[in-house]
């Protein structure tokens, strides 16, 4: 009854200038993501209202990239702003999206179990303490849209969870320095519109 989201709200999507200047100069729209480890399924993903954490991800992005690929042009970082309706939304920050996951975790368990596979896992990568390739929670989340398809129900547009990610803020927090909430954007009509983000006008307050 209180899945649906009914303000608007600002997401952003670290990217390179190329995707950036397809997006805002013609027009074109953001792929959806179709990774097996993406956090919350398949879809257009966006950090929201984080436009630093944003920029972060596209400069580690377009290092990595540039460092696999030498020969290659080298991509620049940049960041695209999203006026998101989230409309009916898997919302995994609210207490009872915890049984719609647990259901879904049984099903897939139970089918993968019947064909004799075992279920993917959860991984961290490159060293870090964080679950950075989620195999797992993609299968699960998605064996949730295959259930509504499958029955008739209504599908999500989205989905949105909170990740506690990175190290303490400093010594003994409980606060970790990369925690952010992240949008997975299914229904591409959610997104009712693009933007360049602005630098602050230092003459005046920020509102």
Known sequence: ????????????????????????????????SHNSYDWLGNGIYFWENSLDRAEEWAISYCKRYNKKNPDKKQKEPAVIGAVISLGHCLDLTDYGSTSILQTGYKILKLELSLIGKTLPVNRNMNGSKDLLLRELDCAVIERIHQYNRDNDERAYDSVRGVFIEGNPVYKDSGIMEKTHTQLCIINPNCIKGYFAPLPPDQTWKIV
């Open 1 to 32: 009854m209180y899945s649906n989201v009914p303000n608007l709200i600002i997401g952003f999507h670290g990217c390179d200038r190329s995707t950036y200047e397809n997006v805002l100069y013609k027009h074109e729209r953001l792929r959806a």
